[in-house]
C-alpha cells in the first residue's frame, strides 16, 4: 500500500519561511520522481517543484529563488523548503510521486498572511 504523508504547513507571516516534508512508503522512492503541487481556493491545482531521481529541479517561474526542493532517498522523503513567503502562496501543498499509477498526500495548508 502506498502512502504519502506531508506534514510541515502552518501559518506563517509574509516574509517568513516553511520547511515541508512528504514521507513515502510502499513505493521504490529512489526510483522516481517526486513533485510538489498547490492549490489555492477557486483556482486549479498547479505544479510548484519536481526533483528527479537523479536530483534535477524543476520549478515553477513564481517560486524560483524563494523555494527549494530536495530529497533524502536514505528516509524515503522529499522537502520543500520555502522561503521569503508571499500571501499568494497561500493554498494546500500537495506531495505526488511521479509512478505509473500517480500517488498523492492528503495535504497540508500553508497560510501565509500579517
Known amino acids: 500500500q502506498v502512502q504519502l504523508v506531508e506534514s510541515g504547513g502552518g501559518l506563517v507571516q509574509p516574509g517568513g519561511s516553511l520547511r515541508l516534508s512528504c514521507a513515502a512508503s510502499?513505493?521504490?522512492?529512489?526510483?522516481?520522481?517526486m513533485d510538489w503541487y498547490r492549490q489555492a481556493p477557486g483556482k486549479q491545482r498547479e505544479l510548484v517543484a519536481t526533483i528527479t531521481s537523479g536530483g534535477s529541479r524543476y520549478y515553477v517561474d513564481s517560486v524560483k529563488g524563494r523555494f527549494t526542493i530536495s530529497r533524502d532517498n536514505a528516509k524515503n522523503t522529499v522537502y520543500l523548503q520555502m522561503n521569503s513567503l508571499k500571501p499568494e502562496d497561500t493554498a494546500v501543498y500537495y506531495c505526488?510521486?511521479?509512478?505509473?499509477?500517480?500517488?498523492w498526500g492528503q495535504g497540508t495548508q500553508v497560510t501565509v498572511s500579517s
Open positions: 510502499g513505493i521504490i522512492f529512489n526510483r522516481f520522481a
Open positions: 505526488h510521486a511521479v509512478t505509473p499509477i500517480s500517488y
